[in-house]
């Protein structure tokens, strides 16, 4: 009786939250659904909290208790309600810390506890202590978009798929030896780079040096985009591009696309807590998810589909390309099993090509665009970067991978950015395959880990004035060679334990190869009359707006590339 009367409560309250709350795109939707219908809803939904109530009364069982949560919860359905009404869900999270002065927190949402993290010390003992038991990944809607139902190795839950693709990736294609057959195409990206940004800053009628205004985040997206681009299908843009190096239209679109998705892959969905509403699409998120993985497979498949026919026979098991293979997709089309026929389907190349893409394209970008903005602010920091490449590099040549060891401070730049401005909230959710004690907290079956990466980089118990844009808190005055990772944990940078980035490598000499170019290539200020604003956008992490710079060419004129 109990049940069934918090049951009808729980319904009774949350449609009157749906009915009345801000939501533009969902607002009217329960009362636009005819009465019939609306009646079996609400008879399935009860069951499901029936349902719900009684896996989570299994939690009870342990006498150790959850990490401390809200005040106010409601009966089964936890703190669904509040995705509604405090948005974004993550500043809704990290205000409940703050104001708790808690480094792990409880957060109900169905029978599913969310459990996001701030201490070094406890994410140690979540991903290095007991890794085992948090290797695997939940199920959400955005990720089923995203990898064509859970065929690529990011987001895959702990099974033989995620095996399978994990031994693909980390031996075929973010392999050392790969990375180096590659190195002409991200070079060839670098010196795109250079070319366009000098373009917008000559004046062609004179060719004189001028300055020029210049959009540092579409700089930044393009390049990361152009390069992965170029190491995954050997091409620089979709359409016809531009003369002048930049972005065309195609492009444009295919890059907001991708960031789209990656907004969405886990956004705290109603449906992945309550699937059996997910038809309802209350929050509109699958709407805005089928779009955008839409445009992003609309730019792949015929790629993918035309290059499978070159390599393959009709039939998909013979090869009939003797060719070498020239780019990543051509490496994916050429995996064969231990009886020669293709390791890989069609459907699983392309989840695990657009896997790379999106794991490619945001984090150099977010992180340069922000160090950017903080040394322009900080115009010495600007000078003792490009006085460490003039020193390392010179001014006869561009700055070139090879370089990179002894380019500690700009790398310090870099690394610096990942902490105070990281790209997400969190990392990729964590799930507990069983139950399990942490901290002296017991953390359910099913838990979502989500480690905080502001929470991390920012943690006033961690780090000395952590708001402060600081580059050589990195530096030991060692000589030592500064890494963009952080193997404790102290930031979070690239994840780590089994379900770590196969793709640190890439990933930190896209992020270096970007900022020492610009940093190289260019001198940088505010535009004439206007600052560098540093705040945060409310919805995200990125710079509330797209930073715009002037930038002027320092180096010889021979040395950029022109249309």
Not at 434 to 442: E, I, K, Q, T
Not at 490 to 512: D, H, I, K
Request: with cysteine.
């Amino acid at each position: 009786m109990k049940n069934n009367t918090s049951s009808t409560l729980v319904m009774s309250s949350f449609l009157t939250l749906r009915c009345g709350a801000p939501d533009v795109a969902t607002s009217g939707l329960i009362s636009s659904i005819p009465t019939t219908e609306l009646v079996f809803v609400i008879s399935i939904f009860v069951f499901f909290l029936q349902t719900q109530s009684k896996r989570s009364s299994k939690t009870k069982s342990s006498s150790l208790p959850l990490p401390p949560g809200p005040a106010v919860s409601w009966p089964i359905i936890g703190n669904i309600p509040d995705l509604f009404h405090k948005k974004p869900a993550f500043r809704w999270i990290d205000k409940l810390m703050k104001d708790m002065n808690t480094d792990i927190l409880s957060v109900r949402l169905g029978n599913v506890h969310i459990i996001p993290v701030t201490s070094p010390e406890i994410a140690r003992e979540f991903l290095k202590k007991q890794d085992a038991t948090f290797a695997t990944r939940p199920i959400t809607m955005g990720t089923e978009y995203s990898s064509r139902g859970f065929l690529s190795v990011a987001v895959a839950p702990l099974g033989d798929q995620w095996k399978k693709m994990r031994r693909v990736v980390a031996s075929e294609l973010m392999s050392p030896s790969r990375l180096r057959w590659l190195l002409d195409k991200r070079s060839e990206e670098a010196d795109n780079l250079v070319r366009y940004i000098y373009n917008q800053c000559i004046d062609n009628s004179t060719t004189n040096y001028v300055g020029g205004v210049v959009n540092i985040r579409t700089v930044s997206r393009m390049y990361s985009g152009n390069v992965i681009r170029k190491l995954m299908f050997n091409m620089r843009y979709f359409g016809i591009g531009r003369k002048d190096g930049g972005p065309g239209v195609e492009e444009e679109e295919y890059v907001q696309a991708l960031f789209n998705v990656l907004s969405l892959l886990y956004a705290f969905s109603v449906a992945d807590f309550m699937p059996i509403i997910r038809w309802l699409d209350l929050d509109g998120h699958e709407k805005l998810m089928k779009k955008a993985s839409k445009i992003v497979n609309s730019y792949h498949d015929p790629v993918i589909d035309e290059r499978i026919k070159q390599w393959r026979s009709a039939d998909g098991d013979r090869f009939i390309n003797k060719k070498q293979p020239h780019d990543l997709l051509d490496v994916l089309i050429c995996l064969k099993d231990a009886n020669g026929n293709p390791l890989l389907s069609t459907e699983e190349i392309k989840a695990q090509s657009a896997d790379l893409i999106y794991a490619s394209v945001d984090n150099p970008s977010n992180a340069v665009e922000w160090a950017l903005a903080e040394m322009i602010n900080q115009p010495e920091m600007l000078q003792k970067a490009a006085e460490e490449i003039d020193r390392v590099v010179g001014k006869d040549r561009l700055v070139q991978e090879s370089d990179f060891p002894r380019l500690n401070y700009v790398k310090s730049c870099a690394r610096e950015a990942f902490r105070l401005h990281p790209i997400a909230p969190f990392n990729l959710p964590h799930v507990a395959i069983s139950d399990a004690v942490v901290a002296g907290y017991f953390i359910p079956k099913g838990s979502q880990v989500l480690l905080s990466r502001p929470g991390l980089g920012r943690n006033a118990k961690v780090w000395d004035e952590p708001l402060k844009f600081k580059p050589e808190r990195h530096l030991d005055g060692s000589g030592e060679q500064v890494g963009a990772g952080e193997n404790d944990l102290s930031f979070f940078s690239f994840s780590t334990g089994r379900r770590g980035c196969m793709g640190v490598p890439l990933g930190t000499s896209m992020t270096v190869m970007l900022l020492a170019r610009l940093l190289q290539g260019f001198s940088w200020s505010a535009p004439p009359g206007e600052s560098i604003g540093l705040s945060e956008s409310c919805h995200d992490l990125f710079l509330a707006k797209p930073l715009c710079a002037l930038a002027k060419p320092r180096l010889p004129m021979h040395l950029y590339p022109t249309v």
